[in-house]
């Protein structure tokens, strides 16, 4: 009964005759207007520098037209002929057809380098064979392997039928150290290529070892941030921030004249006698390197967060819990370390999530065994410009950091991570 008067002839009004239901439901769409409106802005840059970027990548990691685009004809014939049907005189005869349009068009080098990069050594097979496609005459089989046997290979052929669609899982493949048989059957790389795995392996070890030894120097530091008299607390928190004013490069740099062979840490210790003149310490280009110098360049990363939460810890539970008998270890394990539980984990996931994506400080101090696969990822996408690899690498990097997230989520709880 109530319900039908609000709905009925005597339903309340406003004061220019609108039923009130109307107007409160007006009111809230212009509310939730404005309030899109206000982060509109936000939401757009997010989109265009995020969400987009990432959109792409995902895509450049499945798609690659090098090869499908260039080759209609020879991709005709393996779409009619399933996997497995040995190269017949129409195969050649595509091929020749294929070659001898892309030589016209000039993307035979763009058509062997997507080949290249499954088969090596096979680019100049396709270019050097395209200069010459004008004179090739039927049988086509016979003169295409007159000019080079490798046009008999099985791999060539089983590299040339993956390519043929612009969609493919083989860059995915290449990124776990794996490969496909010209049977079709997905096997591992030989042991001496399987390089892409150790990376990864090797990134996330290194990154959970500077995360460590960062919570180790900078829990200490933290806490006499949070313990000591204001002033002194805020001088030793400009120092804190000091590495923040200087450039990455620059500090890299000078960890590099600390580090090197002769270098002044090895000085110091030749002239102190710990270490003979001809037994210098290997600190640069190796893991070694890259701990330290990350370790430095992160571990502010990590102090404040930890110093947010210990400054919001009252000093009287610590009391407290001594007057009751507890010892300075127990009070520190029971009430003050649970205390810093969100600090800890706020500090460690931003180091190790900036730690898995550096990669300019690994190039400058790492040497070869202390790269991590970021530097995999911008050789791909510098150097060979084998852009679909580096993007399969980053996209498997990416889903491994969001499994490590998630993971951390189901064992400890964002919820209970706190920045400050």
């Not at 500090?347 to 202390?370: D, E, R, W």
Request: glycine share 8%; net charge positive; with cysteine.
């Amino acid at each position: 009964m109530a319900e039908a008067t609000l709905t009925g002839p005597t339903a309340l009004r406003t004061a220019n005759g609108t039923p009130l239901k109307a107007a409160l439901a007006r009111a809230s769409r212009r509310a939730r207007l404005r309030a899109f409106l206000l982060v509109a802005p936000l939401l757009l840059f997010i989109v265009v520098t995020f969400v987009l970027p990432i959109g792409q990548m995902l895509h450049r990691s499945v798609h690659n037209d090098a090869f499908s685009a260039h080759m209609p004809a020879l991709g005709a014939w393996f779409a009619a002929n399933p996997r497995g049907t040995a190269p017949d005189e129409a195969a050649f005869a595509a091929l020749a057809e294929d070659l001898r349009a892309a030589a016209a068009a000039r993307s035979i080098g763009t058509v062997g380098t997507r080949i290249n990069y499954e088969v090596p050594g096979t680019r100049s097979l396709f270019t050097s064979t395209a200069r010459n496609a004008a004179r090739l005459a039927p049988p086509y089989r016979e003169a295409l392997l007159a000019h080079n046997p490798d046009w008999g290979r099985a791999d060539v052929w089983a590299a040339m039928r993956g390519a043929s669609s612009a969609y493919s899982a083989s860059f995915y493949l290449a990124a776990l150290d794996l490969r496909r048989t010209p049977e079709g059957a997905v096997v591992r790389v030989e042991p001496g290529q399987r390089i892409y795995g150790q990376l990864f392996l090797r990134t996330f070890v290194l990154s959970a070892a500077i995360t460590l030894i960062c919570l180790a120097l900078g829990f200490p530091v933290a806490h006499l941030l949070a313990t000591l008299p204001l002033r002194r607390a805020n001088l030793l928190m400009i120092l804190v921030l000091l590495p923040f004013w200087t450039s990455l490069l620059v500090r890299t740099s000078a960890w590099i004249v600390l580090l090197q062979g002769q270098g002044v840490v090895n000085n110091v210790l030749v002239a102190l006698g710990l270490v003979p003149e001809d037994g210098r310490l290997a600190l640069m280009h190796n893991a070694t390197g890259t701990i330290v110098a990350m370790t430095h360049i992160l571990l502010p990363f990590m102090i404040l967060p930890l110093y947010a939460v210990m400054k919001t810890i009252p000093p009287a539970y610590a009391r407290a819990a001594r007057s009751l008998g507890a010892t300075s270890w127990t009070a520190f394990r029971r009430i003050y370390l649970p205390l810093c539980a969100p600090g800890i984990g706020a500090g460690a996931m931003l180091v190790f999530i900036l730690a898995v994506g550096y990669y300019i400080t690994p190039a400058l101090v790492g040497g070869a065994s202390g790269q991590l696969i970021s530097n995999q990822i911008a050789y791909h996408m510098q150097t060979s410009l084998n852009w679909s690899l580096g993007a399969a690498l980053a996209t498997l990097l990416l889903a491994a950091v969001l499994a490590l997230y998630w993971l951390y989520d189901r064992l400890v709880g964002i919820d209970n991570m706190k920045l400050g």
